[in-house]
């Protein structure tokens, strides 16, 4: 009796079936992957097109309480650009900003004037903070310190303005400033304050017995000289009103460049994202791309599935 053979057509043919059934398999598997994969990057695509890159600051903002505290425990320690311009934007300034920013001082003197105090005047003031006209025209020289930015602000500014005139009012008004100009107000020049300089002095001398000549010498001598002051418990109403403006425009300042620079950081890093727009459609593409090859090599199997399976007239 012969044995039939192992691998024969009925066993050869259900093998195959099962391979084309587990690629038919694999095929939906891979296509489906490959579909979901594009839909994933399209859509990240398209989120990171909706991100903003422009990102505004934030409101700048000082803590009038904490300016106020360290102007109380702080003591106070060229060829310009002169067009018509700036002289308008002064004189503007000067009539319309100045006289009330001047007042916050003139009512602290009036409030806490000491006997031996003498009232300063607009335009010395003016002066002493930077604001006069010859100063405005040397901020804006080329070689301009750093500080020459608060002048600029301060005369052109309209917001800076009225931050300042708001946050120098509530310093000149804190408990910790008004408890230095009550103690002044009745203080009296208690101390001595010495400095001393240098100054550099000929001194006249004659050498010799038989040949007589000149044998002068230059030296260097300390100047001293005292002064009674006040003690270092009690404040000026200019000291504290100089000292409330140098702080709140370094302060403001301060805060202003940190929130731009964090702005600017924030911006570029949506700009990085939005960089990332295009790789991720060409990613989305490629995969749909594999995606209708799968289709291909499937819609191939299936034709030729369909054609074994038809009877052969």
Known sequence: MKRKPWLNEQRLERIETAYLQALRIGGLLVATLCLLGALYFAGDALWRLAVKTEVAPEATAVDTA???????????????????????E???????????YYSIYKKAFDAHRNTSDQLISSDDMMAALGYDLDSYRQAYADDAPDYAKSIRRM???????????????????????????????????????????????????VCGYYYVYDCSYTRTVQDRRCEAVFPDSVMTPAAA????????ASSWLGDEAAKRSTAVEESEKRQLLRDGIGPRLQLAFLIIGGFFVVMFFFLLVAIERHLRRRPIA
Do not use: G, N
């Open 66 to 88: 904490a300016l106020a505290r360290e102007v109380a425990t702080q003591p106070k320690a060229s060829d310009a650009k002169d067009t018509d311009y700036l002289k308008s």
């Open 90 to 100: 002064h004189d503007r300034f000067a009539k319309d900003v100045w006289p009330k």
């Open 155 to 205: 005369v052109d500014d309209a917001a800076y303005q009225q931050a300042a005139l708001k946050h120098v009012q509530e310093i000149m008004t804190a408990a910790p400033v008004v408890s230095k100009l009550t103690a002044y107000k009745s203080a009296s020049k208690s101390e001595q304050r010495c400095t001393t300089t240098p100054r550099t002095e000929r001194v006249a001398r």
């Open 241 to 248: 009103f100089e000292r409330a403006d140098a702080v709140f």
